[in-house]
């Protein structure tokens, strides 16, 4: 569902973040269906593993690289372990001004 989404809005560009060995299974996967579809030849994604301690660092390091105007949207997909990981990430995101 993940790969119709991306090529429905076509996107270009997207950063994964994920936190632990079922999302590491679940990346693999993706990425092997990815290769074998022409869509995805030109398509970046930028994958980055996180600890919740790294997560402002991370956060800080997306918005300087995202920064560029003249650029596509960078899309952020997280796959994190539990609902309480997506609750810290995204009380983060809202701390620094993000959105």
Do not use: C, W
């Amino acid at each position: 569902m993940l790969i119709n989404y991306l090529k429905y809005y076509h996107i270009q560009k997207a950063l994964y973040i994920y936190d632990d060995e079922e999302s590491t299974h679940r990346l693999y996967e993706l990425l092997k269906i990815m290769n074998d579809d022409e869509y995805f030849i030109n398509f970046s994604l930028d994958i980055r593993t996180i600890r919740q301690q790294d997560v402002y660092s991370l956060l800080y390091s997306i918005e300087i690289h995202s920064s560029n105007k003249d650029q596509p949207p960078k899309y952020i997909i997280l796959d994190l372990d539990s609902y309480h990981d997506y609750a810290k990430i995204f009380d983060k995101i809202s701390h620094m001004g993000a959105y």
